[in-house]
């Protein structure tokens, strides 16, 4: 094997020009020149002007016309250039989250894992059998491999239903969190909206299952690590503060901000900020279209920002972010300032469908998607036409390791 020419070039030398790179992504593509570069750099830099969030592209299959497909694609904000990339370690590509340059992807067969789009790293989660809600799970009982339990109002203790694999993995796993980067075997958690209900259930590194975190509070609408603290909020604004540590297989629901007197209706958000914690509430016009088929499908109209006052255990409206850029999805929110990212608007939210309804799939109906302004009240589309997608894009902090 020829040895690559760019591997003889001098220490010294690649440090001083490592050090005139700037931009997150030409530090990533230094690394990608020879192997030898990637393991003799430096671990890449975390600061916060280093790193850009990227959209990552789930590209269907143009051939059969389905998302099984190893086709991606990473949308660089700075080039408005889309990067493809094959990533057959993804899968079925039904995304449930991402945090810190990991995604989480759930597949008809019942698993759920985590992986890296740029190293092609991958880290089991427990199965989605492994959840409170299932009682018994066969993967040989083909549409009714499921048996859950039912926790709706009306249904009484021990019942129970059958559901097929696609539904259970579609519409009752809302979203997975991450405490921390799962690189080089680091510890961390995951946390996971779940259920007919919205549960919360936990998992740490190595865990062969989910544990339940509270049993009597759902429903709930989004979770977030938050200066070392796990915050769940509920469907009405209530906000929790859960202690999964201490108490360990028994955690601590303990409440914050209890509910508004206003309900606040729509989807909502929690997003930390240097500023503080934020509720951030997308509200959402439903209709029906009835071509190709009677299909229901919702449009984001405006965003309402609310900051926690945890003195007067409360939330208070603002109605400016100043330069801060929000970034909300299926991901875990996030919030930037556009000083440090200037191809971002500031005052501004940078938003993805959250993509429940599959449904939609194979219609060509565009998502619900864009850039809301806080300045005017408008939204305008994200800066670029990708072509044939599914399911819905997410945000994605590259991570290199």
């Keep these: 094997m020829v040895t690559s020419q760019w591997s003889l070039l001098p220490m010294d030398l690649l440090n001083t020009i490592e050090e005139h790179v700037e931009l997150y992504v030409d530090k990533v593509r230094l690394r990608c020149v020879c192997s030898s570069w990637h393991s003799d750099l430096s671990k890449m830099p975390t600061h916060k002007l280093c790193q850009l969030p990227w959209l990552l592209i789930p590209y269907k299959d143009n051939v059969i016309g389905t998302s099984i497909s190893s086709s991606c694609g990473f949308l660089d904000p700075l080039e408005k250039k889309v990067h493809k990339l094959e990533l057959p370690e993804i899968g079925e590509k039904v995304f449930k989250g991402s945090a810190y340059g990991w995604v989480v992807v759930a597949n008809k067969n019942d698993t759920i894992y985590l992986v890296n789009p740029l190293t092609r ?23 009714s491999e499921y048996l859950l339990w039912s926790l709706t109002a009306l249904s009484t203790p021990g019942d129970s239903y059958l559901m097929d694999t696609t539904h259970v993995r579609n519409y009752l796993l809302t979203k997975i969190i991450l405490s921390s980067s799962p690189s080089n075997g680091s510890d961390f958690v995951a946390v996971a909206i779940y259920g007919e209900i919205g549960s919360l259930a936990y998992c740490k590194r190595g865990d062969k299952k989910w544990s339940i975190i509270s049993d009597k509070r759902p429903p709930y609408k989004d979770v977030i690590f938050y200066e070392g603290q796990l915050y769940a909020l509920k469907c009405s604004g209530q906000l929790m503060v859960c202690d999964i540590g201490s108490n360990y297989p028994k955690p601590i629901v303990t409440e914050v ?21 934020m509720m951030v509430q997308r509200c959402i016009e439903s209709s029906y279209i009835y071509e190709p088929s009677k299909i229901f499908v919702h449009k984001t109209t405006t965003f309402k920002i609310f900051k926690l006052d945890i003195s007067g255990r409360n939330w208070y409206r603002v109605k400016s972010l100043g330069d801060d850029v929000l970034f909300l999805g299926l991901n875990s929110s996030m919030a930037f300032s556009s000083r440090d990212f200037p191809v971002y608007k500031g005052n501004s939210i940078y938003f993805t469908d959250v993509n429940y309804n599959f449904d939609l799939e194979g219609t060509r109906i565009g998502f619900d ?33």
């Design 369 to 401: 998607e864009g850039i809301f302004s806080l300045d005017d009240g408008k939204i305008e589309p994200l800066p670029t036409n990708y072509g044939d997608v599914w399911p819905t894009p997410i945000w994605v902090m590259p991570n290199p390791y």
């Design 257 to 277: 901000v209890p509910q508004p007197s206003t309900y606040p209706l729509g989807e909502l958000y929690l997003v930390g900020s240097s500023s503080g914690l």
């Design 121 to 143: 790293a991958r880290v089991k989660l427990p199965p989605r059998s492994k959840f409170p809600d299932v009682r018994k799970y066969r993967a040989d009982k083909h549409e």
